[in-house]
């Protein structure tokens, strides 16, 4: 979750600073929110991750804006489009954002993100969620407050254990990252049983969205973004 009630410049790809980040009392990229939702608006809210937070542009140029526009003429009602999207996050943890922080809004349509780099992200935080007996996600503890050992293991005391154990987990969060994004890269026919399991624990959280928002007469849409090959395959053809 962003910082509520915060306002700053950040950094363009290209080293600028003219992109200012404003969240509101919610912690989230957008105005105050009224709720109740009123009977003419008809609210969108956009769970993803740091591609739909846009957090290096300037609000006009992000997603929803842009949605809202596209929405409008289609509709007698006041279309809104909320940006719930965080950094590093996936539909494990847009369940878990909403379960916890967002249902009071009550949107119509909940829009969820899904991407390649959700299966390596699911597999790195799913480890520190608790489940209910129906494997429902109930919360995603900070790896920061998971009960400390009394004894400082070696790596505090010598900085050279530390900066080797540093240096370890990043070259296998590399290879396990790189491997992750590979499995929705490779062709249907090469893909493994296991592999399509992590894909089916990485949509799972969709469906316990849908099922968890569906008595507030909401509805879940879920996006799925094509591979970088299959944009530039696209944009070749004429």
């Not at 509520?4 to 009392?25: F, I, M, Y």
């Not at 009550?106 to 780099?117: A, E, F, G, K």
């Not at 969709?206 to 591979?227: D, K």
Request: with cysteine.
């Amino acid at each position: 979750q962003l910082a509520p009630l915060q306002s700053v410049k950040v950094a363009s790809a290209e080293g600028e600073t003219n992109a200012r980040l404003k969240t509101n009392s919610l912690g989230l990229r957008a105005d105050e929110i009224v709720v109740p939702k009123p009977s003419h608006v008809l609210r969108i809210v956009c769970l993803g991750d740091e591609t739909w937070l846009g957090s290096q542009l300037d609000e006009t140029a992000t997603l929803h804006p842009k949605l809202k526009a596209h929405l409008q003429p289609f509709t007698t009602q006041e279309v809104e489009v909320i940006n719930a999207a965080l950094p590093d996050s996936c539909p494990l943890l847009s369940y878990l954002q909403v379960r916890h922080h967002l249902l009071a809004l009550q949107p119509d349509v909940w829009l969820v993100q899904l991407d390649p780099t959700d299966i390596a992200d699911d597999a790195k935080f799913r480890r520190y969620v608790d489940l209910d007996a129906q494997e429902t996600p109930l919360v995603c503890v900070h790896p920061d407050l998971l009960t400390q050992p009394k004894i400082k293991p070696l790596c505090e005391h010598f900085l050279c254990v530390k900066w080797m154990k540093l240096k370890a987990t990043q070259c296998f969060a590399e290879s396990d990252t790189a491997a992750e994004h590979n499995e929705l890269a490779m062709p249907t026919s090469h893909i493994s049983s296991a592999q399509v399991s992590k894909v089916a624990l990485t949509v799972r959280p969709i469906c316990q969205l849908a099922q968890l928002v569906e008595p507030f007469g909401s509805r879940v849409v879920c996006v799925v973004h094509p591979r970088t090959q299959e944009l530039l395959t696209s944009a070749e053809q004429p």
